[in-house]
């Protein structure tokens, strides 16, 4: 079975412009949730979706947006980028939108942005 | 008071010797916990889970302390295997938005020959 799957793996962007990052959970798993990672950080969490509605949403501005589509999976979108906005992008994937015991999230193997 | 703090290391230790980290939680309802294990440039990886009466998984012990907001991860025996960044992640699910999953800073442990 395929694991979570991100794409693309890595991406150079210039200051200002837009980028949006994909997932694909695994088969079955209805949550995505999208974390930004920044060297020397644990993840934090952006958004999360379960069964397609916005399930939660982290102190992240407005320029970040995200959408879980039919089949589940998402995309992260952000706007205006900044040098700042420069991370390890992760999706997690679940059965349901929290995390159980012994599953917990399973992580794609994440975006790597830079900004410059 | 972050949410979940964690020492951030670095621990390094000689193969063989026992270690421990320690995590403490700000919110006291909090419902569940986690240990992950984060290699360099990879994606975090689940551990194991933490219950309250504390679990065993080979060479590693996880244990949950309510009453003081801490969660410890054990390792005994290490390897050089072992040498990654452990992350404790705290389940909030049902509170506030922003606070669903938390994860700490992580510590990082280097095992050396």
């Known amino acids: 079975d395929a694991g979570v799957t991100q794409s693309p793996t890595h991406l150079i962007k210039t200051r200002g412009q837009h980028v949006t990052l994909r997932c694909s959970p695994i088969?079955?798993?209805?949550?995505v949730s999208w974390y930004q990672q920044v060297l020397g950080q644990g993840p934090q969490f952006i958004f999360q979706y379960y069964e397609k509605e916005e399930r939660g949403r982290g102190n992240f501005p407005d320029r970040f947006s995200a959408r879980q589509f039919p089949n589940y999976s998402s995309e992260l979108n952000v706007n205006a980028l900044l040098l700042g906005d420069s991370a390890l992008y992760l999706c997690?994937?679940?059965?349901?939108?929290?995390?159980?015991?012994?599953?917990?999230?399973?992580f794609g193997s994440g975006t790597r942005l830079t900004v410059v | 008071r972050k949410e979940v703090e964690q020492d951030p290391g670095p621990f390094n230790v000689p193969e063989g010797a026992t270690v421990a980290f320690n995590c403490t939680y700000s919110n006291s309802a909090s419902q569940s916990f986690f240990w992950y294990r984060q290699d360099c440039r990879k994606e975090p990886k689940l551990l194991m889970s933490v219950y309250s009466s504390g679990n065993e998984d080979g060479r590693f012990t996880a244990q949950l302390n309510r009453a003081s907001q801490y969660i410890s991860l054990l390792i005994r025996d290490s390897k050089l295997s072992d040498s990654a960044t452990y992350l404790c992640?705290?389940?909030?699910?049902?509170?506030?938005?922003?606070?669903?999953?938390?994860f700490g800073s992580g510590t990082r442990l280097s095992i050396r020959p």
């Open positions: 997690a994937s679940s059965l349901s939108g929290e995390p159980l015991p012994n599953y917990g999230y399973t």
């Open positions: 992640v705290v389940n909030n699910w049902g509170y506030s938005s922003a606070s669903k999953i938390i």
């Open positions: 088969s079955g798993h209805k949550s």
